[in-house]
């Protein structure tokens, strides 16, 4: 009998194929056949490349994040990453808030809350569904309580008695129309540092940029004469986040001559301390920021410079102090002299400040 046993270097597959019958042979080449090898037609292949790896997790929007992740796997533009639009009624940054009552859109125009409409909105402790002052619910935002600054912060000249109390800047305005000063003020002076500034606010919300006028400011010019003449004493206006970085409103002195002082109130551009105020909480209780039945001086933080970076936070996250400093102890960059007053004005009387968006503090 021949031996089928492999010499050493004869291939395996000689040895085995010599001592196996035909058919035996026949149903091994049937058995091992690879698809596609031998026949006509070419066989369509699979890239590595289009087969996903056993641990990619499904993505059917194709915004980076998984379906677990994901609140919503049928639209790219809403995963953890995406921003909040503030209004569609929908949670883009899946944080489980949608528009405005996310913390994302504080502060955003969109996001103002409408007093009066009946709907409790953020930054509203209660909406009664009118505009009511003194009806219980002080805390909806177009009620003069909530808007008036109600809080001293500091006030060097307050000796706490008549004009000189600067309580009398926080306990409403009691405007004494186009024709006479008020008396339920606090007198301010022109002695730097001693009786100049007032600093108002509030302890517990955030004045925002909103449509509009922002802020403000009651003062107490008034008309006399039969010349159309106006007894003024102008105000430069801060703000600020701190209380330590204040951002002025712009303001110019537009006289031909800037060392002698005029009493067209056109020319004192940006400044407090030019409109009578009618404003009054006992006999004209009136929105603070219509300026045809209020009066008063009204300022709008997008007026505030590009160019500032103090500015530019206010305008987006808003304020909670304001400072008013008399005009004559503030520097007129255009004569590098003290800005000029009325020769009989010693020195501005607030009334008060108000600031039309507040909301609550989200750090208390």
């Known amino acids: 009998m021949t031996s089928t046993a492999a010499r050493p270097g004869q291939p395996l597959w000689n040895s085995i194929q010599g001592g196996l019958p035909a058919v035996l042979l026949s149903l091994l080449f049937s058995a091992c056949a690879v698809p596609g090898v031998g026949d006509e037609e070419p066989t369509q292949t699979v890239s590595s490349e289009d087969t996903p790896p056993a641990d990619r997790c499904p993505d059917l929007d194709g915004d980076g994040f998984c379906a677990e992740d994901d609140c919503d796997d049928s639209s790219a533009f809403i995963h953890p990453d995406a921003t909040e639009s503030c209004q569609g009624g929908l949670d883009e940054d899946c944080d489980g808030a949608i528009d405005c009552w996310d913390a994302d859109c504080m502060g955003s125009s969109d996001c103002m809350a409408e007093c009066g409409n009946g709907v409790l909105e953020p930054g509203e402790e209660c909406d009664d569904g009118n505009g009511t002052v003194g009806d219980g619910c002080s805390e909806c935002l177009d009620e003069l309580e909530a808007q008036a600054a109600n809080e001293v912060f500091e006030a060097p000249g307050d000796l706490g008695k008549g004009m000189y109390d600067a309580a009398n800047a926080t306990n409403g305005v009691y405007g004494g129309g186009a024709g006479q000063g008020s008396t339920d003020t606090f007198s301010l002076g022109y002695q730097d540092g001693v009786d100049n500034f007032l600093v108002l606010g509030w302890p517990d919300r955030w004045a925002l940029n909103g449509p509009g006028a922002d802020l403000a400011v009651f003062e107490n010019p008034f008309d006399y004469g039969n010349q159309g003449l106006r007894f003024m004493d102008q105000i430069?206006?801060?703000?600020?986040?701190?209380?330590?970085?204040?951002?002025?409103?712009?303001?110019?002195?537009?006289?031909?001559?800037?060392?002698?002082?005029?009493?067209?109130?056109?020319?004192?551009?940006?400044?407090?301390?030019?409109?009578?105020?009618?404003?009054?909480?006992?006999?004209?209780?009136?929105?603070?920021?219509?300026?045809?039945?209020?009066?008063?001086?009204?300022?709008?933080?997008?007026?505030?410079?590009?160019?500032?970076?103090?500015?530019?936070?206010?305008?987006?996250?808003?304020?909670?102090?304001?400072?008013?400093?008399?005009?004559?102890?503030?520097?007129?960059?255009?004569?590098?002299?003290?800005?000029?007053?009325?020769?009989?004005?010693?020195?501005?009387?607030?009334?008060?400040?108000?600031?039309?968006?507040?909301?609550?503090?989200?750090?208390?």
């Open 236 to 364: 430069v206006v801060y703000v600020s986040q701190d209380m330590e970085n204040w951002v002025v409103f712009p303001h110019d002195y537009l006289a031909e001559d800037e060392q002698q002082y005029s009493a067209d109130p056109l020319l004192w551009q940006g400044f407090a301390g030019l409109e009578p105020v009618l404003l009054n909480a006992d006999s004209n209780p009136v929105d603070p920021f219509d300026p045809l039945q209020a009066g008063g001086d009204h300022f709008d933080l997008d007026d505030l410079p590009d160019d500032d970076p103090e500015a530019v936070a206010i305008k987006t996250e808003g304020f909670r102090f304001i400072k008013l400093v008399t005009a004559p102890t503030v520097i007129n960059p255009d004569t590098g002299e003290p800005f000029v007053h009325d020769l009989v004005a010693n020195g501005a009387d607030i009334d008060g400040a108000f600031a039309r968006y507040l909301i609550a503090d989200p750090g208390l």
